[in-house]
């Protein structure tokens, strides 16, 4: 079993601050990508940032400049620092990570359950 349990979401002003946090827990061999993907209501989820083991990093364009991953390989923990924030930022970020759990042959996509960031004066 794996479990991503983020935190640090909330209320914020435009403008202003928020960082996200995801750690991961359970029988994890190995993590490959880690990233954050946010949905807004009646849009599609997508994809915000990720992250690779070896430290790439690829943002969204609407994001770029405004919000840096970063990631503890050895915690499995990833990060988001969102400054700047917007209204249009407002959703529901999810953690996500591409994993070997239990055993090599069996890697897959694990999700968190969410955090809701909003952005609103």
């Known amino acids: 079993q794996v479990q991503l349990v983020e935190s640090g979401g909330g209320l914020v002003q435009p403008g202003g601050s928020l960082r996200l946090s995801c750690a991961a827990s359970g029988s994890i061999l190995s993590v490959n990508v880690m990233g954050w993907y946010r949905q807004a209501p009646g849009k599609q989820r997508e994809l915000v940032a990720v992250?690779?083991?070896?430290?790439?990093?690829n943002y969204a364009e609407s994001v770029k400049g405004r919000f840096t991953i970063s990631r503890d390989n050895a915690k499995n923990t990833v990060h988001l620092q969102m400054n700047s924030l917007k209204p249009q930022d407002t959703a529901v970020y999810y953690c996500?990570?591409?994993?070997?759990?239990?055993?090599?042959?069996?890697?897959?996509?694990?999700w968190g359950q969410g955090t809701q960031v909003t952005v609103s004066s």
């Open positions: 996500e990570m591409k994993a070997f759990i239990g055993t090599w042959s069996n890697g897959g996509e694990y």
């Open positions: 992250i690779s083991s070896g430290g790439r990093t």
